[in-house]
């Protein structure tokens, strides 16, 4: 099936292209950005070498959605979707941390509880929680934002001001707007039978010096879901959580030897392995935004990205 992994597009007044792990961002005139949802996958803060059918237009459309739902709380960087897997919004200046935000001892949170730690991020955990567990308040644990695509590392709030990465007036307002939209991420998610258990989002500052949302939000490959229905019998039973996100690739990835460390081999993908992730990924829409998928036509993906918006571009 024909996925998009890579962009190579030169629109009218370009002046840069950054090309992260899954997006692809066009600087038009340093005003607005285009930002290219490709169907490339990562995990472990490794690109897996085949792309997934319908990967970028389900991840686009889910944050583009979530962007809408939110904007009357937090306002976001974007202006429009030409394209199913494109959106495009004003240039900011991105803050250089992560700002992850946990409701459940899940994840990294839990390996670390695991090993005996009881403060992660400068911030403590409460004793006696097993895997999965909801904390009494969601806790934020921010990350430096990684160069290069190596590994975003933990760091505290209190770090974050003594080496001037963010100022405190400034972090004030993105733990603020972090809580308020895990707040309505959670109440959105309960609607659809869903547990937000953690998540992260991005911001950045527009030319006029506004605080705004940027990048994606609430999708598979930025938070993790749970099932509600069942979540606390399977909790008083000690067993797995039913998830949605993309963690059942990272699963597969370890129990076929892959864990991103030096040496290990990416195991091969398989077209019935790559399907089947790209019905996952399906799923994971469908229930997360509690609509049917509308597969785009994917004959020519960039020669319809291109063409819709180059139309945008005119259009302004």
């Given amino acids: 099936m ?13 002046k840069s292209v950054y090309r992260g792990k899954v997006r692809e961002v066009y600087n038009i005139n340093d005003e607005l950005l285009v930002m290219v949802a490709t169907d490339r ?15 970028g237009q389900i991840l686009n459309q889910i944050a583009t959605k979530f962007m809408e739902l939110t904007s009357d709380i937090v306002p976001n960087w974007l202006i429009a979707t030409p394209d199913p897997n494109v959106a495009v919004g004003h ?12 409701g459940y001892l899940s994840g990294h949170a839990a390996r670390e509880y695991a090993l005996g730690k009881r403060t992660i991020c400068g911030v403590t955990m409460e004793e006696g929680l097993k895997e999965n567990d909801k904390f009494k308040t969601p806790i934020i644990t921010p ?3 990684a160069d290069n695509g190596s590994h975003d590392e933990d760091i505290s709030r209190e770090a974050i001001l003594s080496n001037g990465i963010v100022s405190e007036e400034d972090y004030l307002v993105l733990e603020q707007y972090t809580r308020a939209l895990y707040q309505r991420g959670t109440e959105i998610a309960a609607n659809r039978g869903l547990i937000l258990v953690d998540t992260k989002y991005e911001f950045g ?11 994606e939000i609430h999708t598979p490959d930025s938070s993790r879901y749970f099932y509600a229905d069942g979540y606390q019998e399977r909790q ?4 797995e959580q039913k998830q949605l996100s993309k963690e059942f690739v990272r699963r597969w990835l370890i ?3 892959f864990q991103g460390k030096d040496g290990q081999q990416i195991p091969n993908m398989t077209d019935e392995y790559i399907e089947s992730v790209s019905e996952r990924y399906i799923e994971l829409y469908e229930n997360i935004l509690g ?3 509308v597969k785009a036509d994917i004959s020519d993906i960039n020669e319809r990205i291109e063409k819709n918006v180059l139309s945008f571009l005119r259009s302004l």
């Avoid at 500052?205 to 990048?215: A, M, S, W």
């Fill in 143 to 145: 990350t430096t934002k």
């Fill in 41 to 55: 996958l990562s995990a472990f803060d490794v690109v897996l070498p085949k792309g997934i059918p319908y990967k």
């Fill in 291 to 293: 609509e049917k998928f």
């Fill in 205 to 215: 500052k527009t030319k006029e010096g506004k605080i705004v949302l940027i990048d």
């Fill in 255 to 257: 129990e076929n030897g």
């Fill in 236 to 239: 008083d039973r000690g067993q």
């Fill in 91 to 102: 240039l900011c200046e991105p803050f250089k941390v992560e700002m992850v935000i946990r």
């Fill in 2 to 14: 024909n996925t998009i992994t890579t962009t190579n597009f030169n629109f009218p007044n370009q």
